[in-house]
């Protein structure tokens, strides 16, 4: 398949190129070459951007409901249409395979037609008063808004944040990540199909410190959502500090799994293992952590391997292969470090654990035995590694799941009703799967506690992130 989507920048209504010097080439994980360029956005075209968000703001928070969910819809139907060709588009980017690529694009329109929907049911509320008098409480969009999404669902986070943005009211300047630009253009190719208005939406691409300095400290933007690592969170948290500008951040996390003995074993591995190697464990909310009760913990082990080693690794756009390549080419040798960490404090390597052949692919690695003193039981490997490690009581594995800053998701695996509910209520993380994964849902809030972030995306309360509270008296 050909890479032929047009990178431009898309401001006021008009795609244009960039003319920054910094451009960015795109790159095939599959095989390190080149497939495009980025164009950059200048300080003058942001500058553009501001005032066209700023300019096209008042007019789309007055427009009925009814049409901004009619332009949503639309765009929904324009990305099922081109799902194929996007899907495409996003496995040369990004790496992964053409089904989990085109399954996030389909999840992408989902997203659009939830919040087209949902803004027409947010009602407000009436308080009790004598007769005579009215107290409300209404909502109302916050503003125009800067969002930052990043490469490992480039279109769906993107979606996530933008869908809901637009359905509040709010007018959008989008900064993708400059390795996979194409997705995030053909999202804002079917907004500007289904009519969105000039300046409503803008798409920059470009240097990412010139970008947030400018659109952050601006006086136009008066919300900003974020989804990246901890660190870059805290950067902007600063620079939001400056200009009072309201934040939700979705950063790292580093997901513990509770396997215990009352489990269907054989049922649970063929779960866990596809789920842990699904976009080459590129997944902020991927399992990684596994806890496994001792009885089963061997048992569990040797399944585990087993699977590992027929998951078939190659070119994303393969349609027999389970799992594609890092998204760069840091991602291998930051893994294999770990890895090596790992094995050098005591771990065993059970499958996998080195680069693959080309491209930037690493096999798909199962380490057993691994001590807390190792970097990758406590910093967020982000690729295909499992690590284990076995247990014995249930206070013993809650203190473990509990013991790092990260929160953003966990899940377990039991038959108990009672310790479900006690995992469900002790865990600290903002989302909580319990014999399931589907924890990204159009309707349920999405996000994390500790340093894994705090606000949602997803759900009523993405679009509430998107609101202010204003609360009218009249006697």
């Known amino acids: 398949m050909s890479y032929d989507t047009d990178l ?35 300080k003058a075209d942001l500058d553009e ?17 009814e049409k901004r969910g009619a332009i949503l819809h639309k765009a929904a139907s324009l990305l099922r249409e081109r799902a194929d060709q996007i899907a495409a588009t996003l496995t040369q980017e990004q790496g992964k395979v053409l089904n989990e690529a085109r399954l996030e694009v389909l999840g992408s329109a989902q997203l659009f037609d939830w919040y087209a929907e949902d803004i027409k049911r947010d009602y407000g509320r009436t308080l009790v008063r004598p007769a005579g008098q009215l107290s409300r409480v209404i909502r ?6 800067a969002t930052f999404s990043p490469w490992n669902f480039p279109i769906y986070l993107l979606a996530k944040k933008v869908a809901a943005a637009l359905a509040a009211g709010c007018t959008v300047i989008s ?33 990412a410190d010139l970008i947030s300095t400018t659109l952050i400290g601006s006086k136009e933007i008066r919300k900003v ?3 990246g690592s901890t660190n870059v969170g805290k950067h902007l948290m600063r620079l939001a500090a400056d200009s009072m500008t309201r934040i939700t951040m979705e950063l790292g996390g580093h997901a513990p799994v509770l396997i215990f003995d009352d489990c269907d074993l054989e049922k649970t591995l063929d779960m866990v293992v596809p789920q ?15 806890y496994v009760q001792e009885s089963i913990y061997d048992a569990f082990l040797k399944g585990f391997a087993e699977r590992t080693a027929k998951v078939k690794i190659g070119n994303g756009l393969d349609e027999a292969t389970r799992m594609g390549p890092l998204a760069n080419a840091r991602r291998p040798d930051a893994v294999g470090a770990l890895v090596a960490d790992a094995e050098a404090k005591g771990a065993r390597i059970l499958a ?24 990758i039981m406590n910093d967020e490997p982000f690729g295909p590694v499992a690590v284990t490690k076995s247990f014995s009581t249930f206070d013993e ?19 108990n009703g009672r310790r479900a509910n006690l995992i469900g209520d002790l865990i600290e993380s903002g989302m909580v799967g319990i014999n399931t994964f589907a924890i990204s849902v159009a309707d349920a809030p999405f996000g994390g506690v500790k340093d894994s972030g705090f606000g949602s995306e997803g759900g009523k309360e993405g679009l509430e992130s998107y609101q202010v509270v204003k609360a009218i008296h009249q006697a």
């Open 8 to 42: 431009q920048l898309f401001i006021d209504g008009v795609w244009k190129s960039g003319e920054g010097r910094d451009a960015h080439t795109v790159v095939n994980p599959a095989n390190g070459s080149g497939i495009a360029e980025v164009p950059y956005a200048t």
């Open 49 to 65: 951007a501001l005032a066209a968000a700023d300019r096209a703001f008042p007019e789309w928070r007055a427009t009925d409901v």
């Open 140 to 145: 109302q969009p916050v503003g125009p808004v």
């Open 397 to 415: 594995v809650m203190e473990q799941a509990n013991r790092l800053p990260f929160g953003l998701a966990a899940f377990a695996f039991t038959e």
């Open 276 to 290: 842990k190697f699904r976009n080459a464990g590129q997944v902020c909310v991927s399992p990684t952590r596994f």
């Open 352 to 375: 996998g654990g080195s680069k693959g052949d080309g491209g930037f692919f690493f096999q798909p690695t199962l380490l057993a035995d691994v001590p807390n003193t190792a970097d």
């Open 225 to 227: 959502s974020f989804t």
């Open 175 to 207: 900064r993708p990540p400059h390795d996979t630009p194409g997705v995030a253009t053909e999202l804002f190719r079917a907004l500007a199909d289904a009519g969105i208005p000039k300046g409503v939406a803008q798409l920059v691409h470009g240097d």
